[in-house]
């Protein structure tokens, strides 16, 4: 292998392990249907691909929309949040594991937000039931 391929396969391996960081505000909380909706459309897209490919696709479209308005009716919808990120855009991002309230900094990296590590390292340093070891 020359060298050149060596820097050629370098960069690129630097440049996908790089994320997008930013430090972001929620600003509000909303439902999000896509998993009801994915697994509708799956489901409208079998069911009418019975009817060839113009069935597949109309098949999906309205299992798409029975999915979401049934999750919605089951009330089992995931969180997602708005953030306003640094660039002063507004971006709704999925939360299935986690809850924030109005006004956290979180970092959003891809369509998750998570804390941010400052407040990550205030909540160990205000640790104050601690146990010693034994």
């Not at 479209?61 to 009716?73: C, I, K, R, T, Y």
């Not at 999925?94 to 979180?106: E, K």
């Amino acid at each position: 292998m020359n060298m050149q391929a060596f820097g050629i396969l370098t960069l690129t391996f630097s440049l996908l392990a790089l994320s997008n960081v930013q430090a972001d505000e929620i600003i509000g909380e909303t439902e999000d249907r896509t998993a009801g909706q994915s697994a509708g459309g799956m489901t409208g897209m079998m069911v009418g691909a019975i009817g060839g490919p113009i069935g597949a696709l109309i098949g999906a479209g309205v299992g798409a929309l029975v999915g979401s308005s049934g999750q919605e009716a089951a009330n089992s919808g995931e969180h997602a949040h708005q953030v306003h990120t640094e660039s002063g855009t507004v971006k709704t991002v999925r939360s299935p594991n986690r809850r924030f309230a109005a006004g956290d900094q979180v970092e959003t990296r891809g369509n998750r937000p998570y804390p941010t590590s400052a407040g990550k390292s205030a909540a160990l340093a205000d640790n104050g039931d601690t146990r010693t070891l034994r």
